[in-house]
């Protein structure tokens, strides 16, 4: 699709930091601040690598995947 | 052709109709000729594929607002059902096919790559859900798994508006 900025490897190193952050945060691995910042923070990987598109990547006309 | 004698054409066809607005000098409508050529045979008798050349039938790209090639367009009793613009895939040419045949329009196909990584992430998310006892987190799963399937649900299939 047109508006996918990031490449497989990319996709699937974000939702895998984002599961492992979600991990960290919500299962009580990591508490405090931190930990609160985990569960939240965690979401935004996850869900720019489920969908394909970081708007980071498009501010700065950064691109991972090949044009289409 | 001009877009009237495009337009007649496209009326007096009694089957669906793909065109394939492509040009001599666009890399992906070489790539994609070949798959377009393999469908027209699979899909022969049911659908039918005319090649518009935007370099010698500009005004027809023009009528039909094409900004970009390779762009093919389904047409059904005359009226575009949907398009795709852009190098594709044969599973995505051959759903267009398919939707040109049947009528129905459905929304674009999911890759094997999009339906492994969220229904993945929906089994993750699920898992961790069940083990931390989090409500957000079984939300956030359904949503993963839901987004993995949507193609597949007979929601997200619609026949075109009269």
């Known amino acids: 699709m047109q508006f996918i900025n990031e490449a497989g490897w990319d996709r699937i190193a974000r939702v895998i930091a984002g599961i492992v952050l979600l991990y960290l945060g919500w299962a009580g691995v990591v508490t405090g601040t931190v930990g609160t910042v985990f569960k939240f923070l965690g979401f ?22 090949k044009v289409q | 052709m001009t877009e009237s004698e495009f337009r007649d054409r496209l009326e007096a066809s009694d089957r669906p109709v793909i ?11 070489r790539t994609t000729g070949p798959l377009i050529d393999a469908l ?5 008798g ?4 005319w090649k518009v050349n935007t370099d010698t039938d500009p005004e027809v790209a023009a009528a039909l607002g094409v900004r970009g090639i390779p762009t093919f367009i389904a047409f059904r009793g005359g009226r575009e059902l949907t398009r795709m613009v852009g190098a594709q895939t044969r599973s995505r040419l051959s759903s267009l096919f398919e939707q040109a045949a049947s009528g129905r329009v459905s929304l674009a196909r999911l890759s094997t790559q999009d339906r492994v990584l969220r229904s993945a992430a929906a089994a993750a998310l699920g898992l961790m859900a069940w083990q931390t006892g989090t409500d957000v987190l079984y939300v956030v799963a359904l949503l993963a798994l839901v987004s993995g399937v949507y193609d597949l649900l007979p929601l997200s299939r619609r026949s075109p508006s009269a």
């Not at chain 1, 720019?48 to 708007?55: A, Y």
């Not at chain 2, 049911?46 to 594929?49: E, G, M, N, W």
């Open chain 1, 44 to 65: 935004l990987p996850l869900v720019t690598g489920l969908v394909g598109w970081c708007p980071a990547y498009s501010v700065f006309g950064i691109r991972t995947t």
């Open chain 2, 19 to 29: 065109v394939d607005l492509w040009a001599p000098w666009c890399a992906p409508c």
């Open chain 2, 40 to 44: 027209q045979r699979d899909f022969a």
């Open chain 2, 46 to 49: 049911r659908v039918d594929v």
